[in-house]
């Protein structure tokens, strides 16, 4: 079973910039697709984007599209997630998710790796 870890978050005013990663361990990394969610309180677990298992396709939620972009690294087993143009509504805890499927997936529960989140908070 792969395991997954997030790093990068933080504290950011409005308008800066972060980049979160996600290191992976297991051979199976590059086979599958790989997507990051967030989870603000009080609300379900959102779709933010997914990266097809070569890197050369790649999906974004609409409320992301142009200021966030997904990246691997499949000789690192590294996917990143690089936030510019920060919003408030963007605080949440964010998560790196892989599963067994073979094509990219924007609900959480084709997935069934993840990590143990990591928290970006965006201050207006």
């Known amino acids: 079973q792969v395991q997954l870890v997030e790093s990068g978050g933080g504290l950011v005013q409005a308008g800066g910039s972060l980049r979160l990663s996600c290191a992976a361990s297991?051979?199976?990394?590059?086979?599958?697709?790989m997507a990051w969610f967030r989870q603000a309180p009080g609300k379900e677990r959102e779709f933010v984007a997914a990266i097809d298992r070569s890197g050369g396709g790649a999906y974004y939620a609409d409320s992301v599209k142009g200021r966030f972009t997904i990246s691997r690294d499949n000789a690192k087993n590294t996917v990143d997630l690089q936030m510019n143009s920060l919003k408030p509504e963007d605080t949440a805890v964010y998560y790196c998710?892989?599963?067994?499927?073979?094509?990219?997936?924007?609900?959480?529960?084709?997935?069934?790796?993840w990590g143990q989140g990591t928290q970006v908070t965006v201050s207006s």
């Open positions: 297991g051979r199976t990394f590059s086979r599958y697709p």
């Open positions: 998710a892989t599963g067994p499927i073979l094509v990219v997936r924007t609900t959480p529960e084709s997935y069934n790796a």
